[in-house]
Every structure is written in structure tokens, then in C-alpha cells.
């Protein structure tokens, strides 16, 4: 006598069935040097329908020797993936991280230049393959200020992060274009306004973004907090997708994988979730012991609790629990951008700047008023002392005392209402300088 023993119709068995039961996916990372050992990838294949190069398209991977680019492992990944009928994320374009030393000596306009023509050739290189790309990798700071991290990419402009996706639509347009950060998990972090207010700038400018990534390495000194669902909801709510992105949790806590995948769950455009890694093993902090397997390839309990929460998962949640209602009342720290009245002479000017010891970088915003400029031509007096050494989107008469800066060719015709940025390096100190702004 044979004993069938059926699983309910709506019960899948492995990560990614049980997660395309419920219109996601179920990711992991990968390295490519492990695709010959038959325990990993026979884990993979089993459980996965998502992959993540875990270094293998980095920028010093894909581009060692400047304008030379090497694919070789960042394909391997991508051809055993798809050959198998998962989908790939990549990861990343733009990051002040793994860049390779050509990069990491470089500044200004000329890195300017390279991160484009990197995430131009790159986005190309893999076009109609990409599920979806991180353009742009952990731009906010940590800590309190919400604002951004330091780092030669942005020191070219603090319009850089919106180059590079407008750089990666025009390449690769099939691609989900995604935001990635860590520590952007709790709903009242500073960084997590920070980059909340960015998408939502970019949302309301255009600017081509379609998803955010959250990387949710879950820590002592990150750990996973109630409200997670409701940052999940509150960015889905600005009208992009988000996406659990490299999911660590210390420890592996049962209990708090599964409110992560409940909390995907309960969220429409959460699109799925990817863990940071097979076994412990293959961790980037593998003493935390972190992911859903030991590092002999069984199960954790974390698995198991991960595969129930998916199967007995509903989209939409049949009660809405109170955290997954997005704040009826905007947050203190989201207030919109200010936009500085329209001036009599057709275009105002701001500057932000960051100053150091010796030097600053000085970002000027330059918003049309109630009609369209087709150039545009702001006056800065520097004070003594300060010299500008470089600058970028814009062309200067001097480099001491009062400058002027006007338009380039491609950023002198502005919306009415509408803004665009140039900026400028310096020795010295530039103080608080408060610019005129006329149309030309
Ligand atoms: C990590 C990899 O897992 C390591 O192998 C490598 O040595 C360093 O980078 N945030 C990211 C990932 O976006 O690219 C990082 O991956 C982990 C933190």
C-alpha cells in the first residue's frame, strides 16, 4: 500500500516556488568561485530563482584597468543563473565601495566622466538580462544628519546619484532601476528619511527610479524593528517597487526571519527578498551565523520558519496588522524640499556647502521662476581667501572674488518652476556665500 501524503495546493516546498506562489522572488547571493562545488550549487538551484553577484559586478570586477572591462565571473553567474530559469540582480553601478584604484584617485570631473561612460558600458554589456540593477550603492551617511556620505562620487556633484540613473535608463530601459542602502531598515532613522526624501525628489522630478533596496543586514547594533513594515510601505507608497535586497540576521532568530517575509508580504510592491549568502559558511560574517542554512548544507530553523511564513502568507494580509498602515501624518523629518521663491530676474540661486580644513565643495541649485530660462548666469562673491580649484556644469569667469557662472550647453534651458545644479571645489573657506541669479 502506497501512503501519499499531498501538501495543500498553495504549498510550495522550496524558497522560490513558495515565493512565486505569492508573485516574488526568493534570492540569494552568489560568488562565482563556488558554482564548482556540487553542495552549494545543488542548494541553489533547488531553492533560489533570483541571483546576486556578491562581488563579481562590482566596479573594481567589471572594470580593473580603466576602460578595460572583464566579465568573465560576472557572466558565469549570469549564464548559470538564467540557463536555469532564475533572474539576475546586479549589483552595482555607482559605489564608493570596491572601486578599483584608478577610480579611487580620481575626483571631479573626470571621475565624473568614467562613473557614467562604467555604468554606460557595463548596463549595455548586460542589457535585457538584468532584473533589476542597483545603480546606486549606500550614498547616505550613518548617524544623524540624514544627509550624504562623503565620498569622491559625491564630491563630483550632488547631482550624481541622478546621473547615474539616467545614464543606466538609457542603457539597459528593461531594467528595474533601484536605490540600495543598509541601515535604512528602521522607519525613524535619520538615513532612512534621508533616503526616503531623495526618492521622493526623484519621484516628483522625474528622475528614473523604480525600486529601492534594502539591505537589512540585521545586527546587535541594527536589529530589525517593528516598524520595518511601515518603511517598506511608506517607500512603496512613493510609487516605487522595494526590495529586500541582502538579508542577514544575526543569529538567524526564527522568529524574526519570518516577520521579515511576513512583512514583505504585506506589502504589494514588495517584490521579494534575497539573503546575503547560502550556508554560514558562505556569510560575509560568518561568525554571526546568519543565513537559513548550516554550513553542512542542512536546514536551519530559520528556513523552516521562512518556507511557512511564505506558504501561509496571503497578499493582501487578510487583517491588516496597525504597523503595515503607512503614518497618516507625514514624519517630521519629510518635509518637502523648499523650493526658494522665483526671483524678479527670472531664476533664483542655493548653495550647500561642505566645508573641511583647508577646502570645500560648494553645490549651487538653480531654480527657474514663473517662465523658462534659456540660460541663466549666477554671480558668488567668495571671500578672501577662498579660490575655486574645479568645477563642473557650469562655466566660470574667475576663481577668486566675485565669480560668475553660467550655464553649459546642456543645462541652460530650465522649466519654469523647475531646478538644475553645478557645483564647485575650492581651497580656503567659502563661508555661507549668498548667490544672485539672472536669466540670460
Ligand atoms: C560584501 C561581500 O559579501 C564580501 O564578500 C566583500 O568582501 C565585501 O562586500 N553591502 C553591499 C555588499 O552592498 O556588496 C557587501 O558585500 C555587503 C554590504
Known amino acids: ?41 545543488t542548494i541553489l538551484n533547488r531553492e533560489f530563482n533570483m541571483v546576486t553577484p556578491e562581488n563579481e559586478m562590482k566596479i573594481d570586477a567589471t572594470e580593473p584597468q580603466q576602460g ?28 564608493h565601495g570596491q572601486q578599483p584604484g584608478w577610480m579611487q584617485s580620481m575626483e571631479g570631473t573626470a571621475l565624473r566622466t568614467a562613473m557614467l561612460n562604467h555604468i554606460t558600458q557595463v548596463a549595455t554589456h548586460f542589457k535585457g538580462q538584468i532584473y533589476s540593477w542597483d545603480v546606486v550603492n549606500e550614498a547616505f551617511a550613518d548617524g544623524n544628519s540624514g544627509g550624504r556620505r562623503d565620498s569622491n562620487l559625491q564630491r563630483t556633484g ?25 541601515n535604512t531598515d528602521n522607519w525613524t532613522w535619520a538615513k532612512t528619511q534621508g533616503v526616503y526624501n531623495m526618492v521622493r525628489d526623484f519621484k516628483a522630478r522625474g528622475v528614473p527610479i523604480d525600486c529601492v533596496g534594502f539591505q537589512s543586514h540585521f545586527n546587535n547594533d541594527s536589529p530589525y ?64 551565523t546568519p543565513l537559513l542554512f548550516n554550513s553542512n548544507g542542512s536546514k536551519k530553523p530559520a528556513y523552516d520558519a521562512v518556507l511557512a511564513a511564505l506558504n501561509n502568507g496571503t497578499t493582501p494580509p487578510t487583517t491588516a496588522p496597525p504597523t503595515s498602515v503607512p503614518p497618516t501624518t507625514a514624519p517630521p523629518t519629510t518635509a518637502p524640499p523648499t523650493t526658494p521663491p522665483p526671483g524678479q530676474g527670472g531664476c533664483t540661486a542655493t548653495v550647500t556647502v561642505n566645508q573641511w580644513t583647508g577646502g570645500f565643495v560648494a553645490n549651487v541649485r538653480v531654480t527657474a521662476g514663473s517662465s523658462a530660462l534659456n540660460g541663466w548666469t549666477v554671480t558668488i562673491t567668495l571671500p578672501s581667501g577662498a579660490t575655486v580649484t574645479n568645477s563642473w556644469s557650469a562655466n566660470s569667469s574667475g576663481t577668486t572674488g566675485t565669480t560668475n557662472w553660467t550655464n553649459v550647453s546642456y543645462n541652460g534651458r530650465v522649466g519654469a518652476g523647475q531646478s538644475t545644479e553645478f557645483g564647485f571645489q575650492g581651497t580656503g573657506t567659502v563661508g555661507s556665500p549668498s548667490p544672485t541669479c539672472a536669466a540670460s
Open 158 to 182: 550632488n547631482d550624481w546619484i541622478e546621473a547615474a540613473f539616467r545614464a543606466a535608463r538609457a542603457a539597459d530601459p528593461g531594467a528595474k532601476l533601484c536605490y540600495n542602502d543598509y
Open 1 to 41: 500500500m502506497a501512503l501519499f501524503v499531498t501538501a495543500p495546493a498553495s504549498a510550495g516546498t522550496t524558497l522560490g516556488a513558495s515565493a512565486a506562489e505569492k508573485g516574488r522572488y526568493f534570492g540569494t547571493a552568489v560568488a562565482a568561485y563556488k558554482l564548482s562545488e556540487n553542495a552549494y550549487t
Open 68 to 95: 578595460r572591462f572583464s566579465y568573465a565571473s560576472s557572466e558565469q553567474i549570469v549564464n548559470h543563473a538564467r540557463s536555469r530559469g532564475m533572474q539576475v540582480r546586479g549589483h552595482t553601478l555607482a559605489w
Open 225 to 288: 524593528a517593528s516598524n520595518y513594515r511601515t518603511t517598506l510601505s511608506s517607500f512603496a507608497a512613493l510609487g516605487v517597487d522595494v526590495q529586500i535586497t541582502e538579508l542577514d540576521i544575526q543569529g538567524a532568530s526564527a522568529d524574526t526571519y519570518r516577520r521579515v517575509v511576513e512583512d514583505c508580504l504585506a506589502v504589494a510592491r514588495c517584490n521579494g527578498i534575497t539573503v546575503w549568502g547560502i550556508r554560514d559558511s558562505d556569510s560575509w560574517r560568518a561568525s554571526q
